[in-house]
């Protein structure tokens, strides 16, 4: 099993920075992909970033040049961090950290951290 603990997330106004992180632990052997999405209020969850075990990003058209993506592994966990910088209030949503088990095929999601951004 595979346990997810996210962190970062909050406050900030416009033009400001967040940092998200996100700790994979316990079964982590078989996870590729690992990343973000979002969810904002009445709308569907969207892909914000991931990146797989070969560091490769994919970002959404919407955060590119503005977020990015890392990826760090030890013998036990596996951690992806977003930078977010130039939060505009549309960023505004529930954050979730997700991981791709390609051996078990399966999805796993945190819980989610929020992300506000004021005008």
């Known amino acids: 099993q595979v346990q997810l603990v996210e962190s970062g997330g909050g406050l900030v106004q416009a033009g400001g920075s967040l940092r998200l992180s996100c700790a994979a632990s316990?079964?982590?052997?078989?996870?590729?992909?690992m990343g973000w999405y979002r969810q904002a209020p009445g709308k569907q969850r969207e892909l914000v970033a991931t990146?797989?075990?070969?560091?490769?990003?994919?970002?959404a058209d919407f955060v590119k040049g503005r977020f990015n993506i890392s990826r760090e592994r030890t013998t036990s966990t596996i951690t992806v961090t977003l930078q977010m910088n130039s939060l505009q209030p549309e960023d505004t949503a529930v954050y979730y950290c997700?991981?791709?088990?390609?051996?078990?095929?399966?999805?796993?999601w945190g819980q989610g951290t929020q992300v506000t951004i004021s005008s």
């Open positions: 316990g079964n982590i052997f078989g996870i590729n992909s």
């Open positions: 997700y991981a791709r088990n390609i051996v078990l095929n399966d999805d796993i």
């Open positions: 990146t797989n075990s070969a560091s490769r990003a994919n970002y």
